[in-house]
C-alpha cells in the first residue's frame, strides 16, 4: 500500500495542514503498518515551470512529435511526477487557503500531471480517469472563518475545495474526503488546530 502526501504549505513545522496531515498519517500509519508514505511536497520538488517547453512536450507528446531537448527533460520530469500519481493507492492533501484559493505550486503541479494518458484519456468526446485510487482526504486551512467579516459574497472553501475535488475524481479517485479547519490565525486558533488533528485521527480508522 502506497499513500501519496500532497504538501503545498510552505510553511514546514508552522503549517497547520502539515500538522493536521501528520496527525492523520501518524494515526493510519499505525492502524496500516503496511502503508508507504510517499510525500510530494510542491515547494521542495523543484517543479518545472509550465513554459512553452512544458507546452510543446505535452502537445507533442500527444501527437507523438520528436520533442527538442529541453522539451524532453520536462517531460522525464513529468513523467516522473506523474508516477507517484498511479503507484498511489490513497492520496492525501494538504491545502492552506491563499486568497480564496489555493496556492500557486498546488496548481503548477496540477498543470503538470494532469497529462492526455498518464492521468486521464479523452476521445476527441469524453474524458476518463486513469487512476483507480479508492480514496482520498483533502485537508483545508484558513486563517478565517465563513462566519465573520467575510463578506456576503465570500465563497469560503468552496472555491478552492469544489475544484480540488472535482480534479481528484477527474483523475481516478472514486470518493474524495474532507476535513476542514478555521480560525488557524486568530484567537481559536489552538482549539480548531486541536479539533482538526482530532478530527484527523478519527477520520484514520477507515481510510
Ligand atoms: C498568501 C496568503 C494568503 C492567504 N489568504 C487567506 C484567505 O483568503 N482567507 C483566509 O481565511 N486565510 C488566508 N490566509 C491564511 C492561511 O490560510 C492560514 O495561515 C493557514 O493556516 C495556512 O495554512 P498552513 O498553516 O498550512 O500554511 C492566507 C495566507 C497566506 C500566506
Do not use: C
Not at 10 to 39: C, H, M, Q, W
Not at 77 to 105: C, E, H, T
Not at 130 to 142: G, N, S, T
Request: hydrophobic fraction near 40%; avoid cysteine.
Amino acid at each position: 500500500m502506497r499513500l501519496l502526501n500532497i504538501v503545498s504549505s510552505p510553511r514546514g513545522a508552522k503549517s497547520v495542514s502539515i500538522s493536521v496531515a501528520n496527525a492523520f498519517l501518524d494515526a493510519y500509519g499505525k492502524a496500516t503498518p503496511s502503508i508507504e508514505i510517499d510525500t510530494l511536497n510542491v515547494w521542495d520538488e523543484n517543479l518545472p515551470d509550465f513554459d512553452s517547453h512544458a507546452i510543446g512536450a505535452k502537445y507533442k507528446g500527444v501527437s507523438k512529435e520528436p520533442m527538442d531537448s529541453a522539451e524532453l527533460s520536462t517531460w522525464i520530469r513529468i513523467q516522473s511526477l506523474v508516477k507517484r500519481f498511479q503507484q498511489a493507492d490513497r492520496i492525501v492533501v494538504g491545502v492552506p487557503m491563499w486568497n480564496f484559493g489555493y496556492p500557486y505550486k498546488l496548481k503548477q503541479l496540477i498543470d503538470l500531471v494532469s497529462q492526455r494518458n498518464m492521468l486521464f484519456t479523452f476521445d476527441g468526446e469524453r474524458y476518463g480517469p486513469i487512476l483507480k485510487v479508492p480514496r482520498a482526504l483533502v485537508i483545508y486551512v484558513r486563517g478565517q472563518s465563513h462566519d465573520r467579516g467575510a463578506g456576503i459574497s465570500s465563497p469560503g472553501f468552496k472555491h478552492q475545495a469544489d475544484y480540488i475535488d472535482f480534479w481528484l475524481k477527474f483523475i481516478g479517485v472514486d470518493e474524495v474526503r474532507s476535513l476542514m479547519v478555521e480560525h488557524t490565525w486568530d484567537g481559536k486558533g489552538p482549539e480548531t488546530i486541536e479539533q482538526g488533528k482530532a478530527r484527523a485521527i478519527a477520520m484514520a480508522a477507515d481510510f
